[in-house]
């Protein structure tokens, strides 16, 4: 099932910042939980980071931690992925999803992808070196 687009996404310089938003569509499964992926060419989507919606609590893979912070808009229904100090490797189209049912570990983990649904179209973020 289709969901509004996630944005923000781009072409940047090593070193450089991007903000991706994603309405968050939590609300469609009850789950109070919004994960952020990417894939890369020839790779399998993996996790970035999760968000335990209206408590904001959050948690990025170690490959992204100290670069990547996931946040929301409460208000807005959005939330947020402030990429800073980007790397080439992190090349990819970047996916948001909401958790198909509520889980204390989001927020808490790298979230699956075979526990997410409700898929964005994604949006490409290109680091050139």
């Known amino acids: 099932q289709a969901q509004p687009a996630e944005s923000g996404g781009g072409s940047v310089q090593a070193g450089g910042s991007l903000r991706l938003a994603c309405p968050d569509s939590s609300y469609t499964s009850g789950s109070n939980c919004m994960g952020w992926f990417r894939q890369a060419p020839g790779k399998e989507r993996e996790g970035v980071g999760s968000?335990?919606?209206?408590?904001?609590?959050?948690y990025v893979a170690d490959s992204v931690k100290g670069r990547f912070t996931i946040s929301e808009d409460y208000d807005k229904k959005t939330i947020y992925l402030q990429m800073n100090s980007l790397k080439p490797e992190d090349t990819a189209m970047y996916y948001c999803a909401a958790r198909l049912v509520f889980s204390p570990s989001c927020g808490a983990s790298v979230p699956r992808v075979s526990e997410f649904g409700y898929w964005g179209q994604g949006t490409q973020v290109t680091v050139s070196s």
């Open positions: 968000i335990y919606t209206g408590f904001s609590r959050t």
